[in-house]
Structure formats: C-alpha cells, structure tokens
C-alpha cells in the first residue's frame, strides 16, 4: 500500500501529511480491510509485522487474536479509508492534461 500511494501522492504533488491514512491507524485499517476481504478472521504474522512497523512500535496483537470489526471500529476504518481516498482524488484531479500521442 505505502509504494503505490506514495507514487499517486507524489504524482498529484501531496505527500502522506495531509491524509489521516499517514497514520498507523490508517494502515492497520487497509491492513484489517485486507484480511477480511480474503475471508481472514485472524491477525497473522504479516500482518502485525505491518500494524507495528507503521505505528512504530510495538501493538498489542498476537497472531491468531481475532480480528474484532464492531460497529465503532468500522465506522472508523471506513472514514480513514475514505479520508486517503479523497487526499489522492484532489492530487489526481489537479494533475496537467495528457497531449494525445504522450
């Protein structure tokens, strides 16, 4: 996630600080919308690999823990999904025009 969204930021002329996706918290919610679109109900080791790295230090998740998606949890997730989507259609939409044949 991180490679390509820094390629879209940076194409649009943004960078991660005006995106609440910057955040760990951001990271840990494509990371849990990842597991659980791949029928994944547990954090598994690759996972809390990436939830730590982002946030920078150790988190409280051991492999196996389930993956707990309450009402409050994906109201959260889906505003901080939604917040980088915005951050990355405001750098597309700025972007100059393509000439054909480019």
Do not use: D, I, P, Y
């Given at each position: 996630m991180e490679v390509w969204s820094d390629a879209i930021l940076k194409a649009g002329g943004r960078d991660w600080s005006g995106s609440k996706a910057a955040?760990?918290?951001g990271r840990r919610a494509v990371t849990v919308r990842n597991l659980c679109a791949h029928g994944i109900q547990v954090f598994n080791r690759k996972a809390i690999t990436r939830v730590t790295t982002a946030a920078g230090r150790n988190i409280a998740?051991?492999?196996g823990d389930p993956i707990k998606l309450d009402k409050k949890?994906?109201?959260n997730y889906t505003a901080?999904?939604?917040?980088f989507a915005r951050a990355i259609a405001d750098g597309v939409t700025n972007l100059p025009d393509?000439?054909?044949?480019s």
């Open positions: 955040s760990a918290r998740l051991k492999e949890r994906f109201t901080t999904l939604r917040a393509v000439k054909k044949g």
